[in-house]
């Protein structure tokens, strides 16, 4: 299964942009760049997903790597709310499976 | 929210004794998920099912069985509960199988094994 790798752990002040990295450098052509993320105490909770161009929703951006081996999850105004573990996972193509990793735990300082 | 319930939301059992955990959607999706997560270990993929009666096994699915009988109920049964069976249970829902299908957690249930 392809992987990925991100920092265990981040720190962002509230009220500004924060750039979650990940790298996957065994991304194969048809494996999908998924972002989800956990809140404490609740499930996950999908975020978003791409496969080679960059992409927008209400909830972040996310920027892949013009050779898709690195993407960045992108929250334009972090909140309080915003503090959660962030998951990227890829999935492929055909695959319903989901695999997680430790992900990182974003904390958000007032 | 998508409409995912589970029940219990806790539960202590003592080991040995037989635990049935139950996921319920309203949502009408085809594809259910049930995963486990522990410290350092993320999600891990228990048993999923592709429709009524129609059931696979993840990634640990030693010591758990899974029933579908209807659409909306997908339940997880741990024939005689063990303390490694400790954990935060997660059930998911899918509209499909692909890989762009976003999947719908549940709250989760926190089982306790003495």
């Known amino acids: 299964d392809a992987k990925t790798t991100q920092p265990n752990s981040m720190e962002s002040n509230e009220e500004e942009p924060v750039h979650l990295p990940c790298n996957h450098s065994?991304?194969?052509?048809?494996?999908?760049i998924h972002w989800y993320r956990q809140l404490p105490s609740q499930g996950p909770e999908y975020v978003i997903h791409?496969?080679?161009s960059n992409v927008n929703n209400r909830m972040a951006s996310l920027a892949i790597a013009e050779d898709r081996k690195s993407s960045t999850l992108i929250l334009h105004r972090a909140t309080l709310r915003d503090a959660a573990v962030y998951y990227c996972?890829?999935?492929?193509?055909?695959?319903?499976?989901?695999?997680f990793g430790k992900g990182t735990r974003l904390h958000i300082l007032p | 929210d998508a409409g995912i319930t589970q029940s219990p939301r806790h539960k202590v059992t003592e080991t040995g004794t037989p635990v049935t955990l139950r996921c319920h959607q309203t949502?009408?999706?085809?594809?259910m998920y049930w995963y486990r997560q522990d410290p350092g270990h993320g999600l891990r993929l228990i048993h999923y099912?592709?429709?009524?009666?129609?059931?696979d096994k993840g990634e640990v699915s030693d010591g758990y069985s899974v029933s579908r009988s209807k659409t909306e109920d997908f339940l997880l049964t741990l024939e005689s509960a063990t303390s490694s069976q400790t954990s935060v249970y997660f059930c998911?829902?899918?509209?499909?199988?692909?890989?762009?299908?976003?999947?719908?957690f549940g709250p989760g249930t926190r089982l306790t094994v003495l």
């Open positions: 065994t991304i194969s052509g048809t494996d999908y």
């Open positions: 996972i890829l999935r492929e193509g055909r695959d319903d499976k989901i695999i």
């Open positions: 949502e009408n999706h085809r594809y």
């Open positions: 791409g496969l080679t």
């Open positions: 998911a829902i899918s509209l499909s199988k692909s890989a762009v299908s976003e999947q719908f």
């Open positions: 099912s592709y429709g009524v009666k129609d059931t």
